[in-house]
């Protein structure tokens, strides 16, 4: 089991910048793919990156490719979302979720965070 916590989240002006982290417990982080995940006002839960066990691979929504950056260090059990060029329609609260198996597609993580609130306002 892993239990994952959030923090990062604020308020930043639109093009400005934001880095998340997700930091997890447990001794076997590396076998976990992360995703992050946001869920913004009145709209469901969307898919923002994932990245793999020993982060070779990673996976973005069209809405954030090239803006952001997911990231990991296993040897502080912790995954990064690096958010630039940030817009109002990226407000929302954001979430990291962890799964031994690749769910391309899919929320369907085991474990999830609390959440982190990010707002992007003028």
């Known amino acids: 089991q892993v239990q994952l916590v959030e923090s990062g989240g604020g308020v930043v002006q639109p093009g400005g910048s934001l880095r998340l982290s997700c930091a997890a417990s447990?001794?076997?982080?590396?076998?976990?793919?992360v995703g992050w995940f946001r869920q913004p006002p009145g709209k469901e839960r969307e898919f923002v990156a994932a990245?793999?066990?020993?982060?070779?691979?990673?996976y973005y929504a069209d809405s954030v490719e090239g803006r952001f950056t997911i990231s990991r260090d296993n040897a502080k059990n912790t995954v990064y979302l690096q958010m630039n060029s940030l817009k109002p329609e990226d407000t929302a609260v954001y979430y990291c979720a962890a799964d031994p198996i690749l769910k391309q597609g899919s929320s369907r993580y085991d474990y999830w965070g609390q959440g982190t609130q990010v707002t992007v306002s003028s």
């Open positions: 990245i793999t066990w020993s982060g070779g691979n990673t």
């Open positions: 447990g001794r076997t982080f590396s076998s976990y793919v």
